[in-house]
């Protein structure tokens, strides 16, 4: 059963780069057959898609985050990171990593991480 | 502004009948899937595809689709069906996902 998990400094201060890791256990990272995501949600919002990383290494990132943001691999350590640069307060939120699974026309996170809580703050 | 419309809340008598729907372009040529998510809890995929439903999902919850609008339906609604609920599906591009802005639901 493949699990994730995030970890990461829990405060960042405004124009720092945010760095996270989702550390995946029972599956590799290098399979084919799935996206590695990471998805954020503001206080009392929404879901929003950051991007994810294909076992190839190629990336695809939300248009609105996408000047800030990078996410990479290390199948040695089967580990996904999540940078954000230059972050404000606008950027705290929860942060989730997902597994994207696809099929026929479709795209579905199973399983996730529990979330790892981000504040922007000096 | 997201890509895919959701009602922000909705409300069903327990026992009841209720149907969730998620509005936008991109769903004439992709499914929606449905996460509900609790209170201090990760989202949980609850119905992906045309209407597949995960291992420990129970059968009360189903989806359909037509034309630009994707449904989840909860037939017999519990208690513990109270959550927020999201759709997701990718965008026009194809190269991107989104999600729904999310409809609270409140069991009577």
């Known amino acids: 059963q493949v699990q994730l998990q995030e970890s990461g400094p829990g405060l960042v201060k405004p124009s720092q780069t945010l760095s996270l890791t989702c550390t995946v256990s029972?599956?590799?990272?290098?399979?084919?057959?799935?996206?590695w995501s990471w998805i954020r949600q503001h206080p009392g919002k929404g879901l929003e898609w950051i991007g994810y990383?294909?076992?190839?290494?190629?990336?695809y990132y939300n248009p609105s985050l996408k000047t800030r943001v990078t996410i990479s691999r290390d199948t040695s350590k089967n580990q996904i990171s999540l940078k954000l640069s230059s972050v404000t307060a606008a950027d705290t939120a929860v942060y989730y990593c997902?597994?994207?699974?696809?099929?026929?026309?479709?795209?579905?996170?199973?399983?996730w991480g529990q979330g790892t809580q981000v504040t922007v703050s000096s | 502004s997201s890509e895919l419309t959701q009602d922000p809340a909705v409300s069903v008598a327990l026992g009841q009948t209720v149907r969730i729907t998620c509005q936008g372009d991109?769903?004439?040529?992709?499914?929606a899937s449905w996460y509900q998510q609790k209170p201090g809890q990760a989202p949980v995929v609850v119905i992906y595809?045309?209407?597949n439903r995960p291992s420990g999902i129970p059968d009360r919850f189903s989806g359909s689709s037509s034309g630009n609008t994707a449904s989840l339906t909860i037939t017999g609604a519990q208690a513990e069906d109270e959550a927020d609920y999201y759709c997701?599906?990718?965008?026009?591009?194809?190269?991107?996902?989104?999600f729904g802005g999310g409809t609270k639901l409140t069991v009577l």
């Open positions: 997902a597994r994207e699974n696809y099929g026929d026309y479709s795209d579905w996170f199973d399983p």
């Open positions: 029972g599956g590799s990272i290098s399979s084919g057959a799935y996206y």
């Open positions: 990383i294909y076992f190839s290494g190629s990336t």
């Open positions: 991109s769903l004439r040529t992709y499914y």
């Open positions: 595809g045309k209407n």
């Open positions: 997701n599906s990718r965008d026009n591009s194809g190269d991107h996902l989104v």
